[in-house]
């Protein structure tokens, strides 16, 4: 049931990119993981301190692995994200001229 949310997200963000045009590849790419990131970090927050209150009794290296998970997943969507909604190069409204 988490998969739809990330999906939603996924897409909403790719929308945002496309119609603002972001331009560098990495600049769409930071947005698009921090995007992700931000709700991952919400998530995992939420279920350690409210749902499971593990938050404290998990080890550090018990989140270290699980949010480096997390950051790896993000980064190949990302990835995916920022190639997807790439822009071609914006017309010029100056007209070509014959060399």
């Known amino acids: 049931m988490i998969y739809l949310p990330y999906g ?3 897409i909403a ?3 945002f990119l496309r119609h603002e045009r972001v331009r560098p590849f990495s600049r769409r790419f930071c947005l698009a993981l921090g ?3 931000g709700a991952s970090l919400l998530l995992y927050g939420f279920v350690g ?3 499971a209150r593990t ?3 998990t080890p550090l290296a018990g989140h270290a692995w699980r ?3 997390m950051l790896g997943l993000g980064g190949l969507l990302s990835a995916a994200v920022a190639q997807v909604t790439s822009t071609g190069q914006r017309a010029s409204s100056e007209p070509r ?3």
């Open 13 to 15: 963000t790719g929308f």
């Open 97 to 99: 001229t014959a060399a």
């Open 8 to 10: 939603l997200l996924i």
């Open 35 to 37: 995007a992700f990131m």
């Open 55 to 57: 938050l404290f009794a």
């Open 49 to 51: 301190l409210v749902a």
């Open 67 to 69: 949010l480096g998970l």
